[in-house]
T-cell receptor, first 113, second 113 residues
Framework: DVKVTQSSRYLVKRTGEKVFLECVQD?????MFWYRQDPGLGLRLIYF???????EKGDIPEGYSVSREKKERFSLILESASTNQTSMYLC????????????FGPGTRLTVT | AQTVTQSQPEMSVQEAETVTLSCTYD???????LFWYKQPPSRQMILVIR??????QNATENRFSVNFQKAAKSFSLKISDSQLGDTAMYFC??????????FGPGTSLSVIP
């Protein structure tokens, strides 16, 4: 089975702090994604990566950056956390090469106070 | 803009009955992929079923089937013989080019014993 893990299930940070969310997948998938999930809005794509060191902006990249130094790891960085970034953050990966189904991690519920 | 709409924020169904969740999407592309994902309470999001737009035959996975109407841009999910474990948030999703996936706002399904 594909396993996607995220570094924390719950995280509480203060406004202005730098926040790192880590995601690791163990199935050699080409593509990795970061979403935020808010009630009534579904999942919104923040950033995605289709190869090591490659990244593409999603629909809501403002206030976020990402890093993909190794194929299995995709990090989301909040440079200066703000209260409107309080949300559930989901990481996902997909095989690529004609296979587009996504495999999700358990999510990180981030609260910024 | 490409969008996915789920017009039913909440639904309920009696155990063992059949329920249909609706989804419509908007795109100008001809080749694309559609998905239904399930997110049980406090658990990871998992893929339920997928459909390639070039295939006329509706996809089925055990008790789950879809009604894909390409001209109407409609992609509904039918759950037969509903079980308590089907209680979850269901997201319809649509894959654009470059492996970017757009999610709908979700439908919360409750299976009543």
């Amino acid at each position: 089975d594909v396993k996607v893990t995220q570094s924390s299930r719950y995280l509480v940070k203060r406004t202005g702090e730098k926040v790192f969310l880590e995601c690791v997948q163990d199935m050699d998938h080409e593509n990795m994604f970061w979403y935020r999930q808010d009630p009534g809005l579904g999942l919104r794509l923040i950033y995605f990566s289709y190869d090591v060191k490659m990244k593409e902006k999603g629909d809501i990249p403002e206030g976020y950056s990402v890093s993909r130094e190794k194929k299995e790891r995709f990090s989301l960085i909040l440079e200066s956390a703000s209260t409107n970034q309080t949300s559930m953050y989901l990481c996902a990966s997909s095989p690529g090469q004609g296979r587009y189904e996504q495999y999700f991690g358990p999510g990180t519920r981030l609260t910024v106070t | 803009a490409q969008t996915v709409t789920q017009s039913q924020p909440e639904m309920s169904v009696q155990e063992a009955e059949t329920v249909t969740l609706s989804c419509t999407y908007d795109t100008s592309e001809n080749n694309y992929y559609l998905f239904w994902y399930k997110q049980p309470p406090s658990r990871q999001m998992i893929l339920v079923i997928r459909q390639e737009a070039y295939k006329q035959q509706n996809a089925t996975e055990n008790r789950f089937s879809v009604n894909f109407q390409k001209a109407a841009k409609s992609f509904s999910l039918k759950i037969s013989d509903s079980q308590l474990g089907d209680t979850a948030m269901y997201f319809c999703a649509f894959k654009t080019s470059y492996d970017k996936v757009i999610f709908g706002p979700g439908t919360s399904l409750s299976v009543i014993p």
